[in-house]
């Protein structure tokens, strides 16, 4: 025995309700006609923040670039001073020290190279490709340098619950009116373990208290899309389309469809059924939906104070002026090789 809507339903006290979502139980005790497209579950954080300055002059290459650079550096220099100590033990001819080949290796990639070391002509073959490939390194760090400090580079998006568990201390929550019925039964009934350790962990929040704490960091609300869209775009949008939260755009479907139900035996249901599939085929139910959003949006924001983006970093709409925050690490790295070469100045010293 069913309570609620469905129960009512179920004792013939209504004749039908409005949108509520099907599961094998309602479908034994009511009759249910599609009528509208599934509302999909979304997860609902904090737009993606700028990534901090200092890293802006390691972020043209990736981790896997710079080790392989770094390696190639490494091997390259090595290489071309085991081949020339193997030609001096052959033939006689001027020595090359493995610093030096270092040096010039290096020297090639930074564009300050010291004096052409080579004086075979294998040695002279070594330094011409190794040269083409400096001069590929150089232009493509110096055009993605240019890029991410044009457009400063961001964290990446919340976008699924694998990022929501791959992520350090990250918390999430559902609404309470979603935590009956077929939501509850998606998550608590799922057969992948993700979604198990998801359900495991849930809080519970209602939308705007959910939002307010996702504003403090490391937090994602599941909630329906167009429900929530709704009260963001009421609450938390300001005169030019920005917010501070990021929805999702790969939500997953909890349930096929939603739609209108009726007591078994209704005999208008065969009319109600052709009139919303004459609707669908036109378009109406759709372009209703979206009409329907906005003006509520638009209403809601009336009744309320407008809402101010807070400025938090860079506007993409202005111009970028570099400055000392943005090369930042272009100085950490001249004075991490200053306090280097000065160690190197003592131990030589000593040594003399």
């Known amino acids: 025995m ?36 599934s509302d999909k579950m979304t997860l609902v954080s904090l737009q993606p923040s700028f990534l901090p300055k200092h890293l802006t002059f390691i972020k043209p290459f990736t981790g896997i670039v710079w080790l392989c650079t770094l390696c190639g550096i490494m091997f390259w220099g090595i290489t071309y001073w085991m081949l020339h100590t193997l030609k001096i033990l052959r033939v006689e001819g001027r020595k090359v020290e493995l610093s030096n080949s270092l040096l010039y290796s290096i020297g090639a990639i930074v564009e300050e190279a010291c004096p052409d070391p080579s004086y075979t002509t294998t040695g002279q073959m070594l330094v011409g490709w190794w040269l083409v490939f400096a001069l590929v390194i150089c232009t493509g760090f110096r055009s993605s340098l240019i890029a991410h400090l044009t457009v400063q580079s961001t964290t990446k998006p919340v976008e699924t619950m694998e990022d929501m568990i791959a992520a350090d201390s990250w918390r999430w929550a559902i609404e309470p009116w979603l935590m009956k019925g077929i939501p509850i039964e998606y998550f ?48 938390y949008t300001d005169v030019k389309g920005r917010t501070p939260f990021h929805v999702s755009k790969k939500g997953f479907t909890i349930m096929a469809t939603s739609g209108w139900n009726f007591r078994k035996g209704a005999p208008f249901f065969e009319r109600f059924g052709k009139l919303f599939r004459r609707l ?30 807070p400025v938090d970093g860079i506007d993409s709409e202005s111009e970028v002026v570099l400055g000392v925050e943005h090369l930042q690490g272009a100085f950490y790295l001249l004075f991490l090789g200053s306090c280097i070469g000065s160690v190197f100045f003592l131990f030589e010293t000593q040594l003399n």
């Open 2 to 37: 069913f309570n609620g809507m469905v129960g009512q339903l179920q004792r013939e006290e209504a004749d039908f309700t409005t949108v509520i979502g099907p599961s094998p139980p309602r479908l034994k005790v009511v009759d249910f006609l599609q009528s509208y497209p």
């Open 280 to 309: 669908e085929d036109a378009g109406v139910i759709i372009q209703w939906r979206e009409e329907v959003m906005a003006r509520r949006a638009r209403e809601n924001r009336k009744k309320i104070k407008p809402y101010v983006m």
């Open 188 to 235: 608590a009934n799922h057969p992948q373990p993700l979604v198990k350790t998801i359900y495991k962990r849930m809080e519970v929040y209602d939308a705007i208290e959910g939002l307010k704490e996702i504003q403090k960091g490391g937090f994602s609300l599941f909630d329906l899309e167009n429900y929530i869209k709704i009260i963001i775009q009421s609450n």
